[in-house]
């Protein structure tokens, strides 16, 4: 996964995507998990959150663009838990297969 989509990703195109993102930095033990959840609830998007064995965190989100645009600027600011050092993503047509948002073991 890699940034390299980002300027696509900027254009809204009002279609429903999805974001394979994975967080590095100090995102494990912080919360990191729950405050994703509860932000992808409060954006209404639907998805997973999970640790990854390597530290790291991985998230997949679906939604409206503009929505999904807004997590992404949300997992790059000060107002996420811990500290994010790095963000790979990769974004592609949502796949419609999640009913909620939800940290998975």
Do not use: C
């Not at 996964?1 to 195109?13: E, I, L, R, V």
């Not at 409206?64 to 994010?84: F, K, N, T, Y």
């Amino acid at each position: 996964m890699t940034d390299k989509h980002s300027a696509q990703f900027s254009a809204d195109t009002g279609e429903p995507v999805r974001l394979n993102a994975r967080v590095s930095g100090v995102v494990q033990a912080v919360g990191f998990r729950y405050w994703t959840v509860r932000k992808a609830e409060e954006l209404g998007l639907t998805g997973t959150v999970r640790n990854n064995d390597d530290g790291t965190v991985g998230i997949v989100a679906e939604g409206p663009q503009s929505v999904v645009l807004e997590l992404r600027r949300w997992l790059r600011s000060q107002d996420a838990p811990g500290r994010v050092d790095d963000v790979q993503e990769s974004v592609s047509a949502a796949a419609g297969e999640f009913s909620s948002f939800r940290v998975v073991y």
